[in-house]
């Protein structure tokens, strides 16, 4: 079965909350990788900064190096286990709409991160039919700017896009670091992609941008696809991974031990505290109704610190079953 741990990278840009963002922004161009992970001394995960939020620190006309990665990190971050099958991976970026997940070990250290380029290029063909979804299915319509930074950027933040056009040339967030960096236009710095046909297989699309070593897809209409769309695409065609809430009643006083030990249960992929009669929402992933079964009742229910939970399963988006164990 194919797990995070084999698709996953472990040569990836690493920083401090103290280090500026221009320094981060090198580090970003240098190993060609649109996020950055923050990491404690100790080396432990305190966020992530990506290429968005350094142009979000460009478009307010801030000097970079006067900006350190404490004050723009975003600290909620989605992981995944090592272990956890590749396909629970691509439920993660369809469901939070991704384009990076950092990987951890049973003690909580980062071991890796998987980008949705990744699961592109090494995942997606291994696991997705070759008759399931089409190129049609993930595309979105182009968008024209001027062949000038502060109007791409403008328009990126703005409509949340993964790239734009200036005529054929596909403009990235990265191409617009680059721009900034070196101080040319947007279009000297565009993104190579393939085109394909829209009825063209998402397995076949996943095989040939890894080929030719692209982000990006553009059908005969130009529009458009990164790999974050086929990512999220894919995660709906592959076998289904069923989700999860567990709501969790602790001891007074617990809820630090509770967290530090239901978080490290490989299956469980977020937590929140909540008030009312619970106090602990977990987010937990399994292959079947049995499988969630037997985690809370053997890993969760069976700790001394847990009161009472209750499981609701997720059938889909608009219907969900209450358990009570």
């Known amino acids: ?38 990491l ?43 272990d956890v099958p590749f396909k629970m991976v691509l439920q993660l970026f369809g469901a939070y709409k991704i384009r990076r997940l950092p990987v951890i070990d049973s003690e909580g250290k980062v071991v890796g991160v998987i980008s949705s380029t990744d699961a592109v290029y090494r995942g997606i063909p291994k696991v997705l039919h070759p008759l399931a979804g089409k190129l049609r299915d993930v595309i979105e319509e182009p968008v024209e700017v001027e062949d000038d930074l502060w109007n791409a950027v403008s328009v990126i933040l703005e409509k949340g896009l993964d790239g734009v056009f200036v005529g054929d040339k596909l403009i990235s967030q990265r191409s617009l670091l680059r721009a900034y960096l070196e101080g040319g236009k947007p279009s000297d710095y565009s993104e190579p992609y393939v085109t394909l046909p829209s009825d063209t297989p998402l397995k076949n699309v996943a095989e040939i941008m890894r080929l030719n070593g692209v982000r990006f897809v553009v059908n005969e209409e130009k529009k458009y696809a990164f790999t974050r769309q086929i990512a999220i695409g894919s995660a709906e065609l592959v076998e289904n991974v069923i989700k999860s809430y ?7 006083g617990n ?65 969900s079953k209450v358990e009570r164990e």
């Open 1 to 38: 079965m194919l797990k995070a741990k084999d698709i996953m990278r472990t040569d990836f840009p690493k920083a401090s909350p103290d280090e500026t963002l221009d320094k981060v922004l090198e580090k970003m161009l240098q190993h060609e990788y649109g996020g950055v992970l923050v």
């Open 40 to 82: 404690t001394e100790e080396g432990e995960l305190e966020g992530v900064v990506t290429e968005r939020d350094v142009l979000r620190v460009i478009s307010s006309k801030k000097n970079l190096g006067d900006v350190k990665v404490g004050e723009v990190v975003k600290k909620t971050v989605i992981v995944v286990y090592a």
């Open 246 to 252: 567990v709501l969790i009643d602790i001891k007074t």
């Open 255 to 319: 809820e630090s031990q509770a967290v530090r030990e239901l978080y490290s249960i490989p299956n469980v992929v977020s937590y929140e505290y909540v008030t009312g009669p619970f106090d602990l929402v977990l987010t937990l992933l399994g292959s079947s109704i049995d499988e969630i079964t037997d985690i809370v009742m053997n890993h969760v229910r069976s700790k001394p610190y847990v009161n009472d939970t209750l499981t609701l399963i997720v059938f889909d988006a608009k219907t």
